[in-house]
């Protein structure tokens, strides 16, 4: 990682991943994916809102040809002839015909939205379609997905702040490490993360 300024302010919680132990684990797993790429352009689709720090980070450390893409999920709840459920939608998907593909979102909990995404992006046919994540939740997995690549694997039941991802009220994505603590607010029945 390159020389930051120091954050004075911290998240609420406790801290549990300096920004150092952070950037040290970002530079291993971008040493890790440039060895895995060995130099051929890797297409990076980044998840906003909640992944856009990670991968600012993390494609600076990746040794290749990095091109990005962005993608911003659209989460509904629909109605249908009076049974409800949950779907996720996503805006027009970049063209990945036989490129290599990484997927980076910052949070892996229930694996839904990646799931998704990731069946979205291979309708494209890329060589390789693969996913990296900041938190593995595993507790919480709904489907059978694991990342290629993460930082650390987590609790479920806490909440996470810094480093990206914000607080229920917006705030604490610019601390530079991560804060968390148990869920305080009630999540909603069916969250999509």
């Not at 890790?32 to 051929?40: D, N, T």
């Not at 938190?135 to 990206?164: C, I, M």
């Amino acid at each position: 990682m390159r020389d930051r300024p120091a954050v004075k302010s911290r998240a609420p919680g406790r801290a549990a991943y300096s920004a150092a132990r952070i950037g040290a684990r970002v530079a291993a797993l971008g040493r890790e994916i440039s060895r895995a790429y060995k130099g051929r352009r890797v297409d990076v689709v980044v998840t906003l809102d909640r992944g856009f720090i990670f991968a600012a980070d993390l494609i600076r450390e990746i040794n290749t040809a990095v091109v990005c893409h962005f993608v911003r999920e659209d989460v509904r709840d629909v109605t249908d002839g009076g049974n409800e459920r949950r779907e996720v939608y996503f805006g027009a998907r970049p063209e990945l015909k036989g490129r290599d593909v990484l997927l980076l979102d910052a949070v892996l909990e229930s694996g839904v939205t990646q799931e998704f995404l990731l069946r979205r992006l291979g309708e494209s046919q890329p060589r390789s379609l693969r996913l990296a994540v900041l938190l593995d939740k595993t507790a919480r997995r709904r489907v059978g997905l694991e990342p290629d690549y993460f930082g650390f694997r987590t609790a479920s039941n806490d909440v996470w702040v810094g480093y990206g991802l914000a607080a229920d009220n917006g705030t604490g994505r610019n601390h530079g490490a991560l804060s968390n603590g148990p869920a305080q607010v009630k999540r909603r029945q069916g969250s999509k993360k």
